[in-house]
């Protein structure tokens, strides 16, 4: 198996070049030019290719090859960062390879999920101050999503909760909307976040599915577990 995965020097990129690894995966990543050194606890073992992730020569070059692509989407600046990386990893992984992108739980995709007041402020928030400082444009994420969910591609897209540090507490469980009582906790250890993306490459049941994660230790994951015995 051949990985990319894009993003590869943030926090959650690197977690997951460890899942990979750690599955005998070949992983290549991408990662800004001057982000690589946060990558050289892997020397040796991972291909780099640098560059800005939403560089279609860059992400071409990268993709090639590979059965699963790990993409992290983040909404840097205001120039289409967010869709262009997802539009390039659309046009040019090859056709049957898993796609795999992360997103928040602000992304919906039918329109179902139901916030709490709290999110829907802190969304607000996120939006406004992105706006005027113009350093994340939430809105691009959105339209990255969009096309993703338009794709005929063999996408999943992980909607993570709010995220923590820590040990693995192991496999996140999952459901189709925010809002279902299992999801209420709305954490997630950012070491399964990635855990829960690597995982979804070899699993079928996810292919065109935006599943919101929640941390398979917290309270409101619990009770579920206790509720189906
Ligand atoms: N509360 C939360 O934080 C939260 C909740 C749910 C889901 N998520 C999702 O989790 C993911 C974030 O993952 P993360 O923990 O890995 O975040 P991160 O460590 O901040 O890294 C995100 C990526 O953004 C890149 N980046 C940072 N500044 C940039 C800039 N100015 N221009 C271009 N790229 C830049 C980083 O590359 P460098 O290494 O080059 O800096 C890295 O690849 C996103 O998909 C987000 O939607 C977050």
Not at 153 to 175: F, H, K
Request: proline share 3%; charged share 25%; hydrophobic share 40%.
């Amino acid at each position: 198996m051949k990985v990319c995965i894009i993003g590869a020097s943030g926090k959650l990129g690197r977690y997951m070049v460890r899942h990979a690894l750690d599955r005998g995966y070949e992983v290549v990543g991408v990662c800004r030019e001057k982000s690589a050194g946060k990558l050289n606890a892997f020397k040796g073992r991972i291909t780099i290719v640098p560059g800005a992730t939403n560089d279609r020569g860059v992400i071409q070059q990268a993709v090639e090859g590979c059965d699963g692509v790990l993409t992290v989407l983040v909404p840097w600046g205001v120039k289409n960062y967010s869709s262009g990386t997802a539009q390039a990893v659309l046009d040019f992984a090859r056709p049957g390879a898993r796609l795999i992108f992360s997103c928040g739980w602000h992304i919906t995709r039918d329109g179902h999920d139901r916030y709490s007041r709290t999110l829907k402020v802190q969304e607000k928030l996120a939006e406004w101050i992105g706006r005027l400082t113009r350093l994340i444009d939430i809105h691009d994420q959105v339209e990255a999503c969009r096309r993703i969910f338009a794709s005929d591609a063999l996408w999943t897209v992980v909607r993570g909760s709010d995220l923590e540090e820590g040990e693995s507490q192991g496999l996140p469980v999952w459901s189709r909307h925010v809002g279902d009582p299992i999801l209420k906790s709305n954490r997630t250890r950012r070491v399964d976040f990635a855990l829960f993306m690597v995982e979804a490459l070899q699993n079928d049941a996810l292919i065109h599915e935006a599943p919101a994660i929640v941390g398979c230790r917290t309270p409101s994951a619990l009770a579920h577990a206790d509720a189906e015995t």
